[in-house]
């Protein structure tokens, strides 16, 4: 036994069958009750341990600034979508604060939009999702002007031809970084 090991339960090792005395090529590694292919590569929220930098925050970050960098490709690509700034900082910061906000909508309300307008969804083989999303798109400036950000939206087709450049830009960048595949 390992120095790493003394004071911690031995994870039993049982091949993928369940049976004790037949072995695989990968064998399963019981931690805490549920079989892993790769221990290594647990989650800290399935192992009990979180250390400093876990991937969950950097994560968070990693989509605040494709939201920020999309919705700042929408603001440059498509008339009436609008941020009215004096200085670069205090755009990078408007585009962050954004990032939060649209995040936090797609996040909150999506799904349950999603769960209720499944018929629609369904129905129109999901080209109401476009509609959707330019509504999302549409509360983000909403909800910006109440917080007091500099970003305004000119009507609906602007929210909507800025809501497709936005998945469009975010599921580029998404390609581009490693991490989950949501």
């Known amino acids: ?48 341990r979180h250390e400093h930098g876990s991937i969950v925050g950097v994560s968070i970050i990693i989509r605040i600034l494709v939201n920020a960098a999309a919705l700042a490709a929408a603001v440059f690509l498509i008339d009436g979508l609008d941020v009215d700034t004096s200085s670069t900082g205090e755009m990078i910061i408007v585009y962050l604060a954004l990032g939060v906000i649209f995040g936090v909508v797609n996040a909150v309300i999506k799904p349950i939009v999603k769960t209720v307008g499944c018929a629609f969804y369904v129905l129109t083989l999901g080209l109401i999702s476009l509609v ?51």
């Not at 019981?30 to 892993?36: Q, T, V």
């Not at 950000?149 to 960048?173: M, N, R």
Request: hydrophobic share 50%; proline share 8%; glycine share 12%.
């Open 1 to 48: 036994m390992s120095r790493r090991a003394v004071g911690r339960a031995a994870p039993s090792i049982v091949s993928a069958r369940g049976g004790p005395g037949k072995t695989r090529a990968a064998p399963l590694i019981r931690a805490r009750g549920r079989p892993s292919f790769y221990p290594q590569y647990r989650s800290a929220a399935f192992t009990g």
């Open 132 to 182: 959707v999303n330019a509504l999302l798109l549409l509360l983000t400036a909403w909800i910006a002007g109440i917080v007091g950000l500099p970003f305004t939206i000119d009507g609906f087709w602007p929210a909507f031809f800025g809501a497709i450049v936005v998945a469009i830009v975010s599921w580029l960048l998404s390609l581009l970084l490693p991490g989950d595949d949501d």
